[in-house]
């Protein structure tokens, strides 16, 4: 992601080029500065997927039950990592036939076609646009959103002591600009890992705060209402559901939505000093996964057992502030600090796609110093996304709906039209009816999640930007 890897990955494949194909490995002619460990790799992974949507899952299962929940969030989050792992598996396959040893997402998908069946071969270069532009559009957006979520959360804990609302969010928006800007200036993935890891430690540390205070409550509430102990919420006549499909859709957007972080996955393979390790039943990938679903599933149970028919979109605003026990006024502060610094120290991660997308597009048109003119474009692309922020701190809907549209393509169709035909040459004619039917399979679970993902944001847009019930 640094600079040099901008600029000289054509070269260093060109270098290796003279290789016969028999003989040419892409893993050990790769050449990258500063490379990725597999630590650094998979605390990059956590960061990515371990996001304010962890927060939403209590409102998943609310929608689905316990058992359905737990079986959505393991499905999901499987058909999720699968994805994830063909495009990176395809990938590697494209390394050695094009005598390569780097992919960006976009460089997949025009390679995959045009080396492909000749019919695909027209569309190469239109997907890899639609790419590019589907991933940048979606990971700004994410950029813009983090900000705003910031500064919700620390906005927050300051109008909690100032018994009102008295500054406007623009303020703690605009406050954030320098600080994102000094963050956005470390230059590659390596440095960024210690920051990465930061992040985790305050999304961790909030994690715990709401899950003892989740289970502090369950377990006082019913005892107290209860001779026996048993799991049915803190009030009476609140049952839980085992199976809910009537609200199921928002159960299925949610959950895929929050897993899913198909923009990171090239940057991080492209950057690791082993990615052969990226891959496999015990990669990085199938490791960071599973952790983030163990944890996606503990923190849903629990927000579901505390209260099953809350309203309330994320867990955080189910703990007050204003309360006469101290204890829990002190946690559910400590709770949006600490989500606030998760975000903020995530932002950086998020916006080296971006950067990437950017870069690519104008650095052939650089003649000059063409340090100074990526430093400008991280300013500018920064700039850009508070002042997004700071205009319409009620864009978060919109953001979603964008979202919807761009993960649920790039994050699922686009991986399996890329394995279906880099493939097809080489499969029987078995094997080829086989991967149709499980690629269409998830085509239909990603154009299920367009649906279902762009309806709730479109009902969201309703209800923010026309306040209509």
């Known amino acids: 992601m640094e600079l040099d890897n901008y600029s000289t990955r054509e070269k260093k494949d060109a270098e290796v080029g003279f290789i016969k194909k028999e003989k040419f490995d892409p893993f050990t002619e790769r050449k990258v500065e500063n490379p990725t460990t597999d630590g650094d790799t998979l605390t990059h992974l956590l960061k990515a997927c371990l996001g304010t949507g962890i927060l939403s899952m209590p409102c998943a299962f609310r929608s689905s039950g316990l058992a359905l929940g737990i079986i959505s969030t393991i499905v999901i989050s499987f058909i999720c990592t699968y994805c994830a792992y063909i495009l990176v598996k395809c990938a590697h396959v494209l390394y050695y036939r094009t005598i390569k040893t780097q992919m960006s997402y976009a460089d997949v998908a025009e390679t995959a076609l045009k080396v492909g069946p000749k019919p695909f071969q027209i569309f190469a270069k239109p997907l ?20 705003v979520i910031v500064a919700t959360n620390f906005k927050q804990v300051v109008d909690y002591y100032q018994d009102g609302d008295f500054i406007n969010i623009r303020y703690f928006i605009a406050g954030l600009l ?14 960024l890992a210690p920051v990465s890891m930061i992040a985790n430690i305050f999304m961790l540390m909030s994690l715990l705060i709401i899950s003892y205070w989740l289970i502090k409550n369950l377990i006082y509430h019913n005892y107290k209402n209860s001779e026996s102990f048993q799991w049915i919420g803190i009030k009476e006549n609140q049952t839980l559901s085992i199976f809910w499909y009537s609200k199921y859709s928002q159960t299925f957007s949610i959950t895929i939505f929050a897993i899913e972080a198909i923009g990171i996955v090239m940057p991080l393979e492209n950057k690791m000093k082993s990615p052969k390790n990226f891959i496999g039943p015990f990669g990085v990938l199938s490791q960071g996964m599973i952790l983030v679903t163990i944890m996606y599933i503990i923190i849903g ?30 946690l559910a502060q400590a709770v949006r600090i600490l989500v606030g610094l998760a975000v903020f120290f995530s932002f950086c991660l998020q916006f080296f796609v971006c950067l990437d997308i950017a870069w690519s597009w104008i650095r052939k048109h650089i003649s000059c110093n063409p340090k100074s003119a990526n430093y400008i474009l991280r300013i500018s692309l920064v700039t850009t996304s508070v002042f997004f922020g700071i205009i319409c701190p009620e864009i978060l809907p919109l953001i979603g709906l964008i979202g919807a549209c761009c993960l649920s393509i790039l994050g699922l169709l686009v991986p399996v039209i890329i394995e279906t035909i880099t493939y097809w040459n080489d499969d029987t004619i078995v094997w080829r009816i086989l991967r149709t039917m499980k690629n269409i399979f998830i085509t239909i679970i990603a154009a299920l999640a367009f649906y279902y993902g762009t309806s709730d944001s479109l009902n969201d847009i309703r209800l923010h930007l026309f306040n209509i019930n």
């Not at 320098?178 to 440095?191: C, E, S």
């Not at 149970?301 to 829990?328: A, H, Q, R, V």
């Open 128 to 147: 890899r646009i639609f790419v590019d532009v589907g991933l940048f559009v979606t990971q700004f957006g994410v950029c813009i959103a983090f900000a």
């Open 178 to 191: 320098i600080p994102l800007v000094l963050l956005t200036l470390i230059p590659d993935l390596k440095k």
């Open 301 to 330: 149970l629990l927000g579901y057992l505390f209260n099953p028919i809350s309203e309330y979109p994320m867990i955080t605003l189910e703990m007050p502030m204003k309360t006469s026990d101290c204890l829990e006024s002190i």
